[in-house]
């Protein structure tokens, strides 16, 4: 049970609970016993005081009716509260109950009882706890009785301590009721709160467990707005992103072994034709040139794979420098000249400024344009398209955007071009890339600390990507 954090949760609540529980009842306990105590004193001098008033009637009518009033006043004293009635005339000579004497005073010594009958004796009340020299609690209550302000007497009601706290014992059965109660409440209570805290925890053990063997599928339910949920949302978003990268990972291989396969196929069987003499000697120069062609696209797979590596690992450092952007993306465009002639493609350049500088790696830099021109030319119309090239300084930085007419990108693909081995063309066609640019466009971008962005409304599709100005 204490190996999983639900048993450990379970454990230290509980444990918490049992230890504030045991110090509240102890507390409780205290107070109900004191309170209790004052409570039954009060109710002692209340019988005093009238015990007094009947002491002072009998002292001015000596009727049987008040000695019988006095001695079941007596009885009753002793039976409720287990305690002794005393009754003293001013001149210390103990007045009679009834037929009886009483003259019970519990465990006190003479000199003690002789104490307090001298103060009571001068008209004071007293409520007193005290330690005899027995070493027994004896509680005293003792109230003088007057008649017309003279001072006829002291009436004294001694008990035991264990007389008064013989009534705690039904308070210790609630105060202990009231604590297993609140402990089987209190459990409960731990048990819902510990399984919606460990719950999503549980959960996502098992969904990692899941992940490492390849399935990407379980999410995590969430439950509110806290801290645990934000965890969940966090793991389903984790989750979803692992789902995400696995499947075009999944797609990078299939891309990267079509892209390898048509080139190494085709060089295969040219080559093999040209040994085993089933390729004439005259035509021989021609599948030659197809092979050298060939030879040079797997040359630029493996390289853009090595550039993605290179910067990904941060093994090629910066090296920033101050150029013009606007006189960059011109170079770009020629070289691009013979690809824009095929397809007749309309180029709408737009600088704010004939010159504008930037400060930026540009080697990097002309690897983003590159990549950018090129996809605006492969992925816009086939003919009579159009791709737009835009500069603008925007405060300390420049804007700079490509934009291409053409076959759109979709919604549901917009905001995963720039993962890595992401590719919206999934046929596998010849030609289109293996999904990597825009991977390397974004990394780039990241190194110089900028940002780029890709909008698309199903027929113009615009790259953004801002840099420091020079």
């Known amino acids: 049970m204490f190996h999983s954090l639900y048993g450990r949760l379970m454990a230290l609540f509980l444990a918490v609970l049992l ?10 306990y205290d107070s109900i016993r004191e309170g209790k105590v004052e409570d039954r004193m009060a109710e002692l001098i209340n019988q005093a005081r009238d015990v007094a008033y009947l002491a002072a009637q009998r002292g001015l009518f000596v009727t049987r009716e008040v000695d019988l009033y006095l001695k079941w006043k007596s009885e009753e004293i002793t039976r409720e509260y287990g305690a002794y009635l005393l009754i003293v005339d001013r001149y210390r000579n103990i007045i009679p109950i009834g037929d009886e004497t009483v003259i019970a005073t519990g465990d006190m010594t003479l000199e003690e009882a002789l104490f307090y009958l001298s103060r009571v004796l001068t008209g004071e009340e007293i409520n007193e706890r005290m330690l005899t020299s027995s070493g027994n609690v004896i509680f005293t209550v003792g109230v003088p009785f007057v008649e017309d302000n003279r001072l006829l007497g002291a009436v004294f009601i001694h008990t035991r301590e264990q007389s008064v706290e013989a009534s705690y014992e039904e308070v210790l059965s609630e105060v202990l009721r009231a604590f297993l109660i609140a402990v089987w409440v209190g459990a409960a209570l731990i048990l819902v709160a ?6 999503p925890m549980r959960q996502m053990a098992v969904a990692a467990e899941r992940f490492s063997h390849g399935d990407f599928s379980t999410r995590v339910t969430v439950h509110g707005h806290d801290e645990v949920a934000r965890l969940a949302e966090s793991f389903n978003a984790m989750a979803e992103d692992l789902d995400r990268l696995e499947q075009t990972r999944r797609g990078f ?3 990267v072994s079509h892209e390898l396969r048509s080139p190494l196929t085709s ?5 093999g034709g040209m ?17 050298w062609d060939e030879t040079k696209r797997l040359n630029k797979l493996i390289t853009t794979l090595l550039d993605l590596s290179h910067i990904e690992s941060g093994k090629t450092p910066l090296n920033r420098t ?9 170079r770009v465009l020629a070289r691009q000249e013979p690809r824009i002639d095929e397809k007749k493609t309309n180029v709408a350049i737009d600088f704010q400024n004939e010159m504008c500088f930037v400060i930026a790696d540009a080697d990097r830099i002309e ?8 996809n605006a030319i492969k992925y816009g119309k086939e003919q009579d398209g159009m791709l737009g090239v835009r500069t603008r300084e925007e405060g300390t930085q420049v804007r700079v955007t490509i934009l291409n007419d053409g076959q759109g990108i979709p919604a549901e693909d917009l905001p995963l071009i720039f993962e890595r081995f992401y590719k919206v063309d999934k046929a596998h066609t010849t030609g289109k890339g293996t999904g990597l640019g825009l991977a390397i466009v974004k990394s780039i971008i990241d190194q110089h600390g900028k940002k780029i962005q890709a909008f698309s409304d199903g027929c113009m599709t615009r790259f953004e990507f801002t840099l420091e100005k020079g």
């Open 19 to 28: 230890v504030a529980m045991a110090v509240l009842t102890v507390l409780m």
């Open 194 to 199: 510990t399984r919606y805290v460990a719950g």
């Open 253 to 255: 291989v299939a891309n």
């Open 267 to 271: 060089m295969q069987g040219f080559i």
């Open 275 to 291: 040994l085993d003499g089933t390729i004439p000697q005259e035509e021989q120069d021609k599948y030659l040139k197809i092979v």
């Open 322 to 330: 101050r150029f013009d952007i606007n006189e960059m993306i011109c």
């Open 367 to 374: 690897q983003v344009l590159v990549n950018l021109i090129d």
